[in-house]
């Protein structure tokens, strides 16, 4: 059993639990990810990685209650446990000397992105960080974002729309800078559409952008296949192989997205999940 | 249950054979479709005895020799005859500690009882089921005959994967007087035993108890952990453990490579099978894992997997399943049982065709599939008759949801991690006859040498790695003279 030693709720319907997990503490890095079951009769659900604590023994991640199973994680409190916590699993992101990185964080992206932030810091990097949240209300993990970027972008949403476009238009004008104010890399962990989109717009530039892919997953540890999707025209694991891949040679958004939604409709319980346009719903 | 005797020409000798085995009673095909209890329903003791007395006790003890763990059968047999319950399952104990997995999945058809002597005249004794008996006798006594243990070694060895194989190794050496840590990546310890076979098959109870059983020989059981990612082969060999046996079984799911093959709805068996079957998707909403399903499902392959996921499909609430194998009836891989149990519950077999892509519905949902006939040629030096496809001979099969069920490639999280493991350009473990590994105190078996097999057969090759590890174990040799690492190795890229 894992025991939770702390719940922080960071916004409306954001968590940050850390979980007694010495023996994944041990070996996390940046961008990996765990698979936890709150209980016997539980589902398996990866949870990337946010924070870590060694000589603690502790593991931080932050999710949004947006299903039957985060809804369950949100009434968790220290000193109740969880039946597994599994990892850290996937590879970790790729971090060197790039030179000017662009990241562009949104959701639980907020708090994971930050490890590979410290990484990328500590290789000389500069890094500007756009982030994307509805409001201002639902904005959180300013500080250390903050801390270690040279160029803070929030993008927030007005209210009911333009959350894509206000993370657009402040990449767009990143770009338009480029070459004169070069970006080496981009980097994201934000929604499925807004990857995909900033995978197009950085194409044509050729400049590197690596995505954090997040399909459905059930084991995690490469038996199972659900997590497969096309990168460069073969099958690719997102647990094994990925999560991070590069964000052009990723083929098939559309599928990708699709599968993604498989079970949205049954244990997506929120309200406004739906993206719009998105062709799934 | 009959009593014919086939008389022919020549006088029978004085013990008359009874050439045909006592039935075991199924669930009917009506109810069994729409629950996943278990279907076989097991031998009463009139049965059982009846089924035992069958047995001729001869001297050659073939079936034995056919056992791939080398079960004394003819004594459990006997023991059975003699309706001495306690001792029978001694004696399987002796060398199973599976003996209601082995008794339910094993393909005792190919083994043990295509060997039996009965098998020339007529039916072979129902050594499967007679095991089978015994394991459910012993189980609801409740107290477990415990094995005789030697002494303590002072020895520790690491065992990969709580599988078949991992679980023969534990409680051999444990047996042997060896500290035994078992290594689970998952959350709970069986392997396929849970999350391949599905429950109407194989009872998740009964892996459970058996689990235990394998505990209760002093086997340390440590779930949720993944060797190659929690710890290095090399951690392990560098820390606490004189020795390691590599079970961690099947990898990466194989698919076809034919457009359309990511659309939704579109599984791998494992996939399917591990929702089903370890998560319980059957019992959701109870269990908070879902499974989604239409109403026409095709599962692509002709194995025991395949078979597994079809009737699960049945029982999820498909209207219409079907099979889809490239070759005939008669090449199928799956056991003749497990076939003529789908053929029952109303599973349709389409032979000789194979997918070409996957349609999509328009939303990225499979919606029909095309097909392309096949014939076999004249068989190859191998013997073997190639399925071709047929040229301009494709068609469209209208489905909702596909199951493909092509085998495993070997996981490779342990072998990406160990530089100096040799690895066949398929990724599976090379070892020698013994189990042995290219790396020094390490020995492998199961999925990840075979790259997918039987429960049995994984079972018989931790027998061998066993007896070959605690012979290393005793000679207290720190050192071991790994066989050479180019051997059998031509294809390693």
Known sequence: ?281 | MTDEKETKGAPEKKPKLNLNRVEMPKQSEHERRHNFDEVALGYTWEMAKEEASRCIQCKKRPCQQGCPVNIDIPDFIAALQRENMEEAAKVLKRKTSLPGVCGRVCPQELQCENACTLNKKGAPVAIGRLERFIADWERTQGSATMPEMAPSTGKKVAVVGSGPSGLTVASDLAIFGHQVVLFEALHVAGGVLMYGIPEFRLPKEIVQREVQYVQSLGVDLRLNTVIGINYSLDELLRTDYDAVYLAPGAGLPKFLGVPGENLNMVYSANEFLTRTNLMKAYLYPEYATPIKMGKKVAVIGGGNVAMDAARCAVRLGAQEVYVIYRRTRAEMPARLEEVENAEEEGIQFHFLCNPTAFLSDGRNNVAAMELIRMKLTEPDESGRRRPVPIPGSEYILDVDTVVVSLGTSPNPLIPSTTPDLNVTRWGTVVIDERGRTSKARVWAGGDIVSGGATVISAMGEGRIAAASMHEYLSNGQKKIIPPSPQKDDDKTE
């Open chain 1, 1 to 281: 059993m894992y025991p939770i030693v702390d719940h922080e709720v960071l916004a409306p319907r954001v968590h940050r639990l850390r979980v007694k997990a010495p023996v994944v503490a041990e070996k996390a890095k940046p961008g990996q990810f765990v698979i936890l079951i709150i209980d016997q009769k539980g589902e398996r659900v990866p949870f990337t990685i946010s924070d870590w604590d060694t000589d603690a023994g502790t593991v931080d991640f932050v999710f949004i209650e947006v299903g039957k199973t985060t809804r369950q994680l949100a009434t968790l409190q220290p000193g109740d446990t969880l039946l597994s916590f599994i990892g850290p699993l996937g590879r970790p992101a790729e971090v060197d000397h790039y030179g000017h990185v662009v990241s562009v964080l949104s959701g639980y992206g907020i708090a994971a992105m930050v490890p590979i932030l410290k990484a990328l810091k500590e290789k000389g990097n500069t890094l500007t960080t756009i982030v994307q949240a509805p409001d201002a209300e639902r904005l959180f993990g300013q500080k250390p974002l903050e801390e270690l970027s040279d160029t803070v972008i929030w993008a927030l949403g007005t209210k009911g729309d333009g959350m894509m476009e206000s993370t657009t238009v402040a990449m767009r004008k990143l770009l338009n800078q480029h070459p004169k104010r070069r970006i080496d890399r981009v980097i994201a962990m934000c929604s499925l559409c807004l990857m995909r989109v900033l995978s197009e717009m950085t194409r044509p530039y050729a400049i590197k952008t690596m995505v954090h892919l997040t399909p459905v997953m059930v084991d995690g540890t490469g038996m199972c296949g659900a997590c497969r999707l096309s990168v460069g025209r073969t099958n690719r694991f997102a647990c094994v192989h990925g999560p991070e891949f590069d964000g052009h040679e990723v083929d098939g958004w559309e599928v990708l997205m699709a599968r993604r939604c498989t079970y949205a409709d049954e244990s997506i319980l929120q309200q406004g999940f739906q993206c719009r346009g998105c062709s799934q719903w």
